[in-house]
């Protein structure tokens, strides 16, 4: 079964880290580009960062850019996001997901998703 | 702040047609493929149309897409009341080099 699982998240004060992690099973990892999307609480879906598969090609919003950190280990079949600085803006349940099409890395569409982590920002 | 534009709700009656819009520009829609997603209440999104019109494998054909210059419109047809969810299209963005969702649809059955 094609899956992805998300962990790491929970509640942090401003000003500080996390990291996500994203388990990937039932499909050939290393071949796909990987996503994190994030939603804050009664809110849309927030794009949040991509990455190629190979790595070549990483993008970030600019809301979040110079703060987290998007990687991963296709050795393990896993997709990472390092969040430093966190805002309480960044409160949200992040998604990973797994993307194709586009070009030089962009992606247009996300095919799996997992059930996502709560990332909770506050005092 | 999202770049794609969609009406805030739409509703119908079991068994009709609702049409939901998605605006954007020539550097997301006009020059992408666009997506669209299903979202269930507490659960995480589901793809419902690639590539502007393609439906992945398991999606019924009452769910349609299309694409016109920088618009697109997701389709729904013989409206059931386990459609009652909140939509979204999404895309790349050529010139913010990332991606981008819009503003998200409630779909009510009334």
């Known amino acids: 079964e094609v899956q992805l699982v998300e962990s790491g998240g929970g509640l942090v004060k401003p000003g500080g880290s996390l990291r996500l992690s994203c388990a990937a099973s039932g499909f050939t990892f290393s071949s796909y580009s990987m996503n994190w999307v994030r939603q804050a609480p009664g809110k849309g879906l927030e794009w949040v960062s991509s990455?190629?598969?190979?790595?070549?090609?990483?993008y970030y919003a600019d809301s979040v850019k110079g703060r987290f950190t998007i990687s991963r280990d296709n050795a393990k079949n896993s997709l990472y996001l390092q969040m430093n600085s966190l805002r309480a803006e960044d409160t949200a349940v992040y998604y990973c997901?797994?993307?194709?099409?586009?070009?030089?890395?962009?992606?247009?569409?996300?095919?799996?998703w997992g059930q996502g982590t709560m990332v909770t920002v506050s005092s | 702040q999202s770049v794609l534009t969609q009406p805030p709700s739409v509703s119908a009656a079991p068994g009709q047609k609702v049409t939901i819009s998605c605006s954007g520009s020539s550097s997301n829609i006009g020059n992408n493929y666009v997506s669209w997603y299903q979202q269930l209440p507490g659960t995480a999104p589901k793809l419902l149309i690639y590539e502007n019109n393609k439906r992945p494998s398991g999606i019924p054909d009452r769910f349609s897409g299309s694409k016109s210059g920088t618009s697109a419109t997701l389709g729904i047809t013989g409206l059931q009341t386990g459609d009652e969810a909140d939509y979204y299209c999404?895309?790349?963005?050529?010139?913010?080099?990332?991606?981008?969702f819009g503003t998200g649809t409630k779909v009510t059955v009334l």
């Open positions: 997901a797994r993307g194709f099409g586009g070009s030089y890395g962009g992606v247009e569409a996300f095919d799996i």
């Open positions: 999404g895309t790349w963005d050529s010139s913010l080099s990332g991606g981008v």
């Open positions: 990455i190629s598969s190979s790595s070549s090609y990483i």
